[in-house]
């Protein structure tokens, strides 16, 4: 096989672009390559891929047996996870714009990474600049609606481990204190719907549901904007409402779902999809996610 050059003029790669180019070596080839084989099919010299593929090896995005490597269940939960939230972002879309046109204030999809909330979808017009979001960002999900929309239906070990990682005050009005923020979370539990005021940004105000069945959330939706304070009980019925469309769209209203939060090691929750090589082969063609 012809080893892939490098034009003339051509700046070198970054580590990133020449680790992308060994982990697409597997993309057409058999399920085992050893060394030689992914340098003919990356073009990467053998030094350097050696040292990428013992460092994928450690991130668990490949696995070695002997001479042989293998795509790894790191890159297979990766893949999985990117297909679900392009999966939850195309139903929920029509949904997040029928929410944007009857209200009239911004709308967002968010979903729960560690100790953040990351925005998967952004609806809204130019009187919305004024809210400082956009798609593929992050927040710290205790001072926001969505996130704590999304912890009040998650396993307590959860909620503990994002006050563990602090609740540091971003506005005088953040939520600070660990019981404090436990009852929030009680209350948003009891009305299917939190609030933000102020609690993350002077001046914008936030109101989000869960996207859930019965058991545990793997998403938001908020309504925001600056100075809406004064309509939030009023939209919290149409966020619930979208919420609930949305989970529809995805798994339909019979759809069976688990009662309680799983433990850490259960199968995944309803709406997460196994892993497969199908996912993670879409994973490694979605440039957006890489």
């Keep these: 096989m012809t080893t892939p050059t490098v034009e003339a003029g051509c700046p070198p790669l ?12 597997f993309q057409s080839a058999g399920p085992r390559l050893t060394l030689t084989e992914v340098v003919q099919r990356s073009g990467i010299r053998r030094s350097s891929a050696h040292r990428i593929l013992d460092q ?4 668990r995005w490949l696995e070695r047996e002997g001479r042989d490597y293998r795509l790894g269940m790191g890159m297979l939960e990766l893949g999985a996870m990117a297909s679900h939230h392009n999966r939850l972002r195309r139903a929920a879309l029509p949904h997040l714009h029928a929410l944007h046109e009857s209200t009239g204030h911004l709308v967002h999809l968010t979903v729960l990474d560690g100790a953040e909330v990351v925005y998967l ?13 956009r798609t593929g960002g992050r927040l710290p999900a205790y001072c926001t609606a969505s996130g704590k929309a999304i912890l009040a239906f998650s396993d307590p070990a959860v909620t503990e481990q994002v006050i563990g990682h602090g609740l540091r005050p971003r506005t005088p009005r953040t939520i600070t204190r660990p019981d404090t923020f436990r009852g929030e979370l009680a209350m948003a539990r009891e009305r299917g719907v939190a609030f933000d005021h102020e609690e993350g940004f002077r001046g914008v105000f936030c109101v989000a549901a869960p996207l859930r069945g019965a ?9 925001s904007g600056n100075g809406v304070h004064r309509e939030l009980e009023r939209i919290a019925p149409a966020v619930r409402g979208c919420a609930r469309s949305v989970w529809q769209a995805m798994f339909g209203p019979g759809r069976l779902v688990e009662k309680q939060p799983q433990p850490t090691g259960a199968a995944p929750a309803p709406g997460f999809p196994q892993p497969s090589m199908d996912n993670m082969m879409a994973w490694l063609r979605f440039s957006d996610w890489m």
């Design 56 to 59: 994928l090896v450690q991130l």
């Design 215 to 223: 058991g545990r959330a793997i998403a938001a939706i908020s309504v």
């Design 14 to 25: 970054s580590l990133l672009e020449k680790a992308a180019k060994v982990l697409s070596a």
């Design 121 to 133: 979808e952004r609806i809204g017009g130019s009187d919305d600049s004024g809210v400082p979001s």
